[in-house]
C-alpha cells in the first residue's frame, strides 16, 4: 500500500513536513486563542464566543495575531542573531488582510523547525498567556507589558 498522500500536498518531504508543522502549530494557537477568550467571557460574565458572530471572530482574529507577535518575540529570545533561522515568505495565495499572520504563522514554522525545544517553548508561554487574567478586548493590551515585566 502506497503512503498517505494528500492531495494539496506536493511529494516533497520538506514541502509536507512545513504543512505538518504550520496544520500543528495552527490548531494549537487556535486552542489558546479561543481559551483565552472564553475565560476572559467567563470571567466578565458574558456569553462565550459565537461561531457566527462577526464582532467575536474579529476578536478572535485579532487575538491571534496578538500571541502570534508574542511567539515572534519570546521564542527565539536568547538566541544569538546568527541562530535564528530566516522567515519564511507567506503562502502566495495569502490576501493583503491575512499577509501579517501568513508571515507570522510562516516564521512559527522556521522556528518549530529549527529549535529542538520550540514545542516546550510554545507550551510554556501559552500557559503564562492564559495565566493572565484578562478582557474581551482582542489585543489585551496590558499583557505585554506584563509578560515582560512592566506592569
Known sequence: MPPFRHPDRGDDLGAR????????????????????MVQARRAQDLPPPAADSGPDRDEFAAR?????????EEVPAGLPAGERPPPQRPPRQATDASDEQARLIAAQVSLARALPDYWQRFEALSLRYLAQPGDSG???????ARLFGRG
Open 64 to 72: 491571534v495575531r496578538a500571541f502570534l507577535r508574542l511567539l515572534l
Open 17 to 36: 513536513i512545513d504543512w505538518e508543522v504550520r496544520e500543528r502549530l495552527e490548531e494549537a494557537i487556535d486552542y489558546v486563542c479561543l481559551e483565552a
Open 138 to 144: 482582542g489585543e489585551r493590551p496590558g499583557l505585554l
